[in-house]
């Protein structure tokens, strides 16, 4: 998959899996596994990216005595989510143009 | 070899030198929670910290996402030049600096003000004609010589005439002049994206 497009599909699909719920890092490459190919360091600027964009914010809660971050969706990153939709209305257009174009062939 | 969960934090540390501290421990806690995470899901220590990425990969990855100017600040910082030395040689080669960095800030504050300028005079343009020939043209209209045929007529026809042209003239330029605007609009907001990619990674690339 070209490499600028999936890196918007990683932020989308983060911030879908934190909109189903709060999650931390390694669930949510768990629960990425079965979608898209996601790995600890690309999951680590992905949420800085979002962070920094105000989509997630983030809390501590303590397990089995140490530390781990949960990430919470904002309401822009569930308005966000809604763009995302909006935008792939319209690619989908396109690509039911080409794929008429294309099976005409 | 085979890492601990140690070595590999150290590893990573030390790799990362050239990040604030703030932002490195950051990092370095998020690599934490991941092994703990793995050891808690049934993997060794050892699995887990060989199922990352090697630290190399790791540092080299995380300090490519870091923003230009951020990071030329912590080389500078990092390279051993104190910054008692840093605050001298900069001093010392103000001379040098000082005009590039006065001239660089120059054209680009006059190339916006020549953006702005532009887009200023041209609504000018369009408004100063609409607005003139329609003044004209009512002007002449109510002036009553008009109608009378009188001693003025002629000079008062001229002027409905001129109005004519001036409000048709803007009527004419407000759809090439509006493209224009949007053209040169387009083209500053891409400067100062550009502009402000120096400084912050993120907007450049989702662009």
Redesign the interface.
Known sequence: MDAQLKRGLLDICVLSILQRGDSYGYQIIKDTAPLLELTESTLYPILRRLEQANYVSEYAIEHNSRLRKYYHITAEGVARIGEFLQEWQDIMRVYQYIKEGYDHE | MIMNKQMFLDGLRVALAELPVAEREK?L???E??I???I??GMSEADAVAS??PVE??AA??LD?TPMMQKAVRKAKNSGISTALLVVLLIVFFPVWFPLAAVVFGIIVTVLALMFALIVALIALVLGLGVGGLAVLIGALFSGSFFSGGLFGGSVLLAVGAGLVGTGIAVLLIYPVWYLIKLIWSGLKKLCRKIRSWFKK?EA?NE
């Open positions: 990092t806690a998020y690599y929670e991941m703990n995470d793995r808690e899901d990352l990425e990969v790791l990855r995380i996402e993120e690339n």
